[in-house]
């Protein structure tokens, strides 16, 4: 007899542009789960996309969503100054949360949020897709093998046209103003590359200088940035980000190791990862989505986060506390560039 499988209940909050494309359609997708309603500030946005997903209930504040449903888990993909409360909220009522970055706009938010979802014996977890990357985790499977030896620089850029071209809102985003977003191109792209850093070391950023500049956008926050960083194992690594490309996409990686150099580049007329070593050259061929065999390609974290609330095991790999070396990191990208100094990143 074929035991039932109790469906996990799910909730989104934000109904926009990472909603839509991501968690609400690998939630639709994934057999463990109902995903049972959404909420927008936004209502009129939120009851289309309920219809044109087939969400069963919509509402305008995430207080009536957890009014009229139990939920096991939540997703919060609203602008980053929301992130804090809304976790709040659903954490006190025994809620499993997967935040999208920044998870926090202040550092010891953050703490605190991991403090009551220890409490209250739920998973807090962060939307790091990044380390979901099938090319990623290639890179990452050559580095933690060791044949290429010491890693001694990362170079890495992320950049696109602007958050106008992909939020929901258009050219009056809230990405564009400070009060809600805190953070420009560095917090929004660079914070997946500073991560990507310390996860393929295994290592903590211990210095950081950064510049930022805002040339073109209508905005405070900065349009292009760089940081230099360097980590506990004196990896030096620069992460430059942009919102100002042309064409629409750069997302590159050079890591030069002691025995050869991985260069990864998300170009469609250059697939691959190349592996050059002193006497040969390999690219071999690598997915910027999970692709499964039915043909449907995916980020990989909604099943992840899943299976770790389903399993009763700790989402390690996107866990808000592997996290917190990161959003050091980018604190103190934000505290060189305003103070014009490296800051040194202690304990
Ligand atoms: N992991 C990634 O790669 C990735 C990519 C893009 C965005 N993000 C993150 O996802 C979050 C959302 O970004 P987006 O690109 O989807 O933005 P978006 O502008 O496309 O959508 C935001 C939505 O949130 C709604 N909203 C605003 N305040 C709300 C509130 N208090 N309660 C409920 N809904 C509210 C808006 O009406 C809008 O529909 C941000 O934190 C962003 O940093 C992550």
Known sequence: MNKMIQKLKVGVIGTGAIAQNRHIPEYKKNRFVELVGVVDANVSRAKEVAHKFYIQHYYQNVKELIENQDLDIISICTPNHTHKEIAEVCLNKGIHVLCEKPLS???????????????????????????LVPAHNKIKEILDHGDLGKVYQIKASFGHGGPEH?????????FFDREKSFFGSLGDLGIHKIDLIRWFLNEEITDVSSLKSTIEKPTYVDDNATVIMKTEGNTLCTVTTSWTYTPWVQNELMISCEFGTLLLEQNPDKPGLTILKRDMEETVEVDWLIKE???????????????????????????????????????????????????????
């Open 105 to 131: 706009t202040h550092y010891k938010d953050a703490l605190a949020l991991i403090k009551l979802a220890e409490e209250k014996n739920v998973f807090l977890a962060v939307g790091l897709n990044q380390r």
């Open 166 to 174: 992909w939020s929901v809102e258009g050219e009056k985003n809230w």
């Open 293 to 347: 065999k039915s043909g449907y390609h995916h980020s990989g974290l909604i099943h992840y986060f899943v299976n770790s609330v389903m399993s009763k095991k700790e989402p390690t790999l996107i866990s808000a506390k592997t996290f917190l070396g990161t959003l050091k990191a980018i604190f103190a990208a934000e505290q060189s560039a305003k103070m014009k100094q490296t800051i040194c990143i202690n304990d």
